[in-house]
């Protein structure tokens, strides 16, 4: 056939096809056999980036943003074996996560020094045998240096058996229909709410000083100004804490202090305003940062009572509350000078022995009638109301002290210094025994062992009572006094060696 008169070889353009095919299959033949070869050897390559692809998929969608477990749509394409795979790999990398980034655990359970630590083999000397002071006096504490100390501050909370949530109850208008004692600061708590405060749940709600405001220090009685109870609220780890009411005793500052401690712990002295008055006469007072050392001096208002002890009851007692967010707090009288760190302190006496309230018990009494036959015969407090205190003890059960109570070692604590952490129980612990002095006197040595023992029958927890000798030792007693002032030094003789 031809194309415009000209003939065309037809076998040529036959010939042409056919070769093209050719060698068109034979290059795809080619290529797939390089194919087939490249993924025999990069088998193991391919899957194991095809499979990480997959469990980063699977990961994301499993853990959204919603937090439900999405479930994989059935289909026959679906390989049952690599889901279970994927499965299996999930919950490896979970554990190894876990592995990895350990979490703080949620109690601080304890520590022991090293072995051949000086302070394992620490034992206490004799007393120094001198005939002219046959007084208490101080004696050695095994101290650890500061930089340990610091070191081994608890990250976490220590543990509170039983009880995990304690609120307090406040009242308006005032309920004052009890029994006997109470006041509208500490409320006026009938005996049936006694007995249940100390029946131990997991939650409660006590009676605890301020009941008549929700917030310490804001229109309660022992009322604070704004900016004070601001810097209150920033105390997030260790507080001391001391009073000094009726222009009794001299402000001095603590010494021997770190420049650590001095920049994270905080220091509150409370004052009322006849204090105040005495205060701004001294030379140490600076008004511009209401400071004397390192005390921040804060002036109380309002004082809920007329008997300064009893006031001084309140900070003593109730520091937990005027100060929420602190961990842990040393609190000590007004006529003690601290002269050890802060952190030493709480080391030896709270971390080390792994408990949340420790007390040096009296130097030299023991036993709660003995106390209470002292402090009538040195005039304490009124006779007929140390006897009611202590006969309504009796029929609760109170008995002497003897030795059938080890390891409790004493009924009577000396006072002077308390050193805490701020957990629920020990929490517990103060507002009761806040409660009885509101209730009873205000001679907080006749009801201390009561508290602790209706508190420690319930649950596992008690207080440590060290030696009245290594309070001593971190605690100085200075009271200065006017020559011909009878009556300070009356006080004086009525207050020594007593807290």
Not at 123 to 152: Q, S
Not at 365 to 374: G, L, P, S
Request: hydrophobic share 35%; net charge positive; glycine share 6%.
């Amino acid at each position: 056939m031809g194309y415009n008169g000209v003939g065309l070889p037809t076998h040529t353009v036959t010939t042409t096809r056919t070769k093209a095919s050719k060698m068109y299959k034979e290059k795809e033949d080619h290529v797939v056999r390089w194919m087939f070869k490249f993924v025999g050897r990069r088998m193991k390559i391919i899957l194991f980036i095809i499979s990480t692809l997959v469990f980063i998929r699977v990961l994301y969608v499993w853990h959204g943003e919603d937090g439900e477990k999405v479930e994989v749509p059935h289909s026959g394409r679906t390989n049952k074996e690599q889901i279970s795979n994927i499965h299996n790999n999930l919950s490896y990398v979970r554990k190894a996560a876990k592995a990895y980034r350990p979490r703080p655990p949620p109690y601080f359970r304890g520590y022991t020094l090293p072995p051949g630590h000086p302070c394992n083999r620490f034992k206490l000397p004799p007393p120094p045998a001198d005939k002219k002071r046959t007084g208490p006096r101080p004696c050695p504490v095994c101290y650890l240096p500061l930089e340990e100390a610091i070191a081994l501050m608890p990250s976490s909370p220590s543990f509170s058996p039983v009880l995990k949530n304690l609120t307090y109850i406040h009242e308006k208008p005032l309920n004052r229909k009890t029994e006997f004692g109470g006041s509208d600061f500490g409320g006026y708590p009938t005996l049936k709410q006694r007995r249940r405060s100390f029946n131990i749940k997991g939650e409660m709600s006590v009676h605890c000083g301020f009941v008549k405001g929700p917030e310490p220090g804001r229109g309660t009685g022992f009322d604070i100004n704004e900016k004070d109870l601001l810097e209150m609220k920033r105390c997030r780890g260790i507080v001391v804490a001391s009073t000094v009411f009726d222009a009794f005793d001299d402000v001095k500052s603590p010494s021997n202090i770190s420049k650590y401690s001095e920049q994270t712990v905080c220091f509150f002295m409370f004052i009322d305003e006849k204090t105040e008055s005495s205060l701004k006469r001294d030379r140490s007072f600076n008004r511009t940062t209401k400071k004397v050392g390192l005390w921040r001096v804060v002036v109380v208002h309002n004082l809920p009572y007329t008997d300064g002890r009893r006031n001084g009851k309140v900070p003593k007692l109730l520091v937990h509350r005027l100060f929420p967010n602190s961990r842990y707090s040393l609190w000590m009288d007004g006529k003690l000078d601290l002269v050890v760190d802060p952190h030493q302190i709480l080391e030896r006496f709270l971390w080390r022995e792994n408990v949340t309230f420790a007390i040096s018990r009296h130097y030299k009494r023991f036993d709660v009638f003995v106390e209470a036959e002292a402090n009538k015969a040195a005039g304490k407090y009124a006779n007929a109301s140390i006897d009611f205190q202590v006969d309504f003890y009796k029929k609760e059960g109170l008995t002497p002290y003897s030795s059938a109570k080890l390891p409790i070692t004493s009924d009577v604590p000396e006072g002077c210094v308390i050193l805490r952490e701020h957990v629920p129980i020990s929490n517990l612990f103060t507002c009761l025994w806040f409660n009885e002095v509101d209730r009873f006197t205000s001679r907080d040595q006749i009801s201390f062992s009561t508290v602790r023992d209706k508190i420690a029958a319930r649950t596992k927890w008690n207080v440590s009572m060290f030696l009245d000798c290594q309070r001593r030792n971190f605690v100085v007693q200075v009271i200065l006094l006017l020559a011909n002032d009878f009556f300070h030094l009356q006080r004086y003789q009525n207050n020594l060696n007593v807290c």
